[in-house]
């Protein structure tokens, strides 16, 4: 879920209400609070517990409310994972650190991993997104941490089929979830092994991304296909396209709050606007 | 195809008929002369043109001869071309040049690829290898050149699901093939609407790949996929742990002529047999 | 500096004294509370502002005191920076936020630091750190933000000889200073007209760094090139070789407090402290 | 040197001879045929043994003429080197070979580059050139090559500080050359160690790049450093900005034969030539 601001540029709760409301409404199974996609690296930590408890009251108990929790360091995100369990998190989404790129071996990733997921009871997963941390957590390092108890599953932003592939392989021993992370590898992911997905073009069309993934589950893979090509545009327009701002200006185009992104981020730029009503026109009946 | 080398290092057209008629026998579709596993771009062009010669010799009238002719220039591709098009190629695998990365603009390489298109009858296949050449054919770019009369397909090498799924919704309207050209995107890209694959793990197990295309097409996903995963530990031994001098290793292993590679190629150190062989194990049907 | 933590691994201050005192005893001109070798990303606010208070207190006031305070949101980074300048930083150093990379156009960047230094009263300089990153502030975009009051430099951390030249000849009209960033281009930044540097080698080797300075500054260049050359195995282990803790290790093998890095960061492999011990033996007189 | 083309797209010697002639006597101490920039990998067998003919004729025997000889294999690398040798050729440049990236181990390049430097008399010139190639030579295998008495430098093309420093460091026990390829770094690397330079631009303004190595050489640091900022302009837009199509406009601007490149490479665009003329116009004294 993006996370709306008033016009104070405070976190809106009304607002995470009301676009919580919806989207379940249109039959996704869980939302993400504090995702990159919900500007995570631009709020202060009061901010973060506001919008983990404004999604706990929005999403019922039989839906999924995953929290994001990485932070750079280990202390940091186990405390930010001990609150978010304590208001009431389902499970934690918990990113890579990756300021110090050389450091971050296989063998620091399992303790800090491994630190965190001793640290509190709601299960983690991990999540994988090198466009943004220069990292990338390779096979036999996912393969440790899925033996863990309290690890249950990673998402993987990327669209390397190979990666997706091999996750499911390192993993497949073992009860672990792998989930796309970016739209254009939702069918492939299905096809390879994954067991659902976390994306951000789900905040617009919702139902294309729950049909999709009914359509892949029920072996129609002509429909699950035809879904993934008319998703396809709007992830170019939302997140490859125009970013969080993009994000932001299709929820406002269709009547979800979306409103402005927080600086450094700036508003997207008018003809934004134009590209993303196009890109929306085949998929009206998802929104 | 990999292209053995005698003793004293000179192409071995016994060699190649030996290896292709085993290949033909398993059931593969075509060969392909003068890919990168066969180690093109370290062959002058008079060797070139006894690669196609002898390859033509082996390869029967009612499966698919390509060879690759790529070159740096223009001029050299189109000669190339000509020549390998006079030898008996049905078609053309033409990869980017590459040399001038910053000035490969789409532009330049529709040029470049209209120009070789024009000057020859047999149809041309785009290559596209962006870990070699570091550039990469925007959907766009292919999307004009499929318009060319006698440009039939592109091959994918990359484990990009995202870019294969562009290719094959760019040219959707065409007649048009996307092949992948990477082991692990195998499954995946026929998921997203490719039409076959050119792999060097089919030199391998060339049954495998077949089997694995055949089960896909008759709808038998559950197969395709138990194929993927045998074959990727083939994949990831060969092609990307120890390129064109695994891949030869693994011929000797399997009964093929593999051979040592040409310099600055040098032999797979010993270790690379043992890893091989365990990787072979699973897959010993498809030999 | 480094931070310093104590056994339970809280930030220090008796042990930032004494390393403070020992670098300025040694004539290096300032300190830099809060880099990337300051472990700053890993720190909470309130830490922050305990390592700022701490450095106060230790850097006399004819020496200069810069205070890192970037973050990634443009609110928090007023923040920090507000707090920093309160508890008496000379200067803030301000990292280019690197989240959401394709959003950060020359535009963003200069609504961001236009911003902070409008917010704040101390100056301000950029910092721009291309391998943490993956970004890189363009010479237009420093030439536009040099033409602020409140700007006063960029450190470089690259090794990028024509980048420094690019930020050096588009400032050159304005009062801004250029700061090499890396030890390795120490030599080549004041060559090409930089007028100091901020170096994770100057922590183990102040004394080196200050006299390649003043030999440089008084035209002795010979001395000058020598002086890099003894630094660079310094620089190569601690930074590049095996990073903070690296940094930490030598800092104990040299007499200064280094002590253990925080999670996700492991201590360095016990095989760092051997070669670094080598790289410290023909500076042994700048320590 | 550029390599100019005639009406019909063939090599020129008579515009060689007059482009040669006038370098000569604006005093650079040598030429090299067959860079990149004299577009080498367009050229087949025998244009290339035409072009290095033509710039023997042309070069005086009291400068240095240096043939670009890098092919991707060994064996044709060593063929090309023995012909240009005996064509007169007082050195070899040879560009690494890079199509099988993950293969050009430290072993290989020590392997590829001996048999070459075995192979002939004349001596060679290594040619490290990681933009274009994907690889670069560590400073340990240069310390390995440059033990080889037939191998005595290498043309480093990128503006890495701590790459050259550390080449110069590396062979600083041997009669090595550590030569700069890229106008940004040339100031630079002279101040590291460097020995000279072999520079695209020097084709546009010959006389500045021998004014800044004299001022150099004889200690008038200011003077170099003055001609270093009014080069990078014209390297910039020639180089970087524009490539050989640039190249060549900027020869036609200033009076040289430029001419057109050959395809693939596109001629330089309309706005090209307004670009370079106004990067030319400080330096018009050095033309």
Redesign the interface.
């Known amino acids: 879920m993006s996370t709306p601001f008033d016009s104070s540029?405070r976190v809106d709760p009304k607002a995470i209400a009301s676009n919580t409301s919806r989207w379940i409404a249109r039959g996704v199974r869980g939302v993400v609070a504090l995702g990159?996609n919900g500007e995570a690296?631009?709020?202060?930590?009061t901010e973060s517990d506001a919008v983990v408890a404004a999604a706990r009251d929005a999403v019922p108990r039989d839906r999924v409310l995953l929290a994001g929790t990485g932070r750079?360091?280990?202390?940091?995100t186990i405390a930010a994972s001990k609150r978010a369990a304590a208001l009431g998190a389902d499970a934690l989404l918990v990113r890579t650190?990756s300021?110090?790129?050389?450091?971050?071996?296989p063998?620091?990733?399992v303790?800090?991993y491994s630190?965190v997921a001793d640290a509190v009871r709601v299960p983690i997963l991990l999540y994988n997104y090198p466009?943004?941390t220069?990292l990338t957590l390779t096979p036999d390092t996912v393969r440790r941490l899925a033996q863990h108890p309290n690890i249950i599953g990673i998402k993987e932003t990327s669209?390397?089929?190979?990666?997706i592939?091999?996750y499911v392989?390192a993993t497949q021993d073992q009860d672990f979830a792998v989930l796309a992370g970016?739209a254009?590898?939702f069918?492939?992911?299905l096809?390879?092994?994954a067991k659902g997905a976390i994306l951000a073009a789900a905040c617009i069309v919702p139902a294309a991304c729950v049909a999709l993934f009914d359509a892949f589950t029920r072996g129609d893979?002509i429909t699950a296909?035809d879904l993934?090509?008319r998703i396809?545009p709007i992830a170019n327009a939302v997140t490859?396209g125009y970013?969080?701002?993009g994000l932001k200006a299709a929820l406002d185009l269709t009547g979800y709050v979306g409103g402005a992104p927080?600086?450094?981020?700036?508003p997207a730029a008018p003809d934004a606007a134009a590209a993303i009503r196009n890109a929306l026109t085949p998929v009206g009946e998802y929104l």
């Open positions: 540029g990159s690296p631009l709020l202060d930590e750079e360091s280990t202390p940091m650190p300021y110090f790129k050389p450091r971050m071996t063998d620091a990733f303790a800090h630190a466009a943004v220069g669209v390397d089929a190979a990666q592939a091999s392989d970016s254009p590898s069918f492939t992911a096809g390879l092994g893979l296909r993934q090509r396809l490859s970013g969080v701002p927080r600086m450094p981020l700036l």
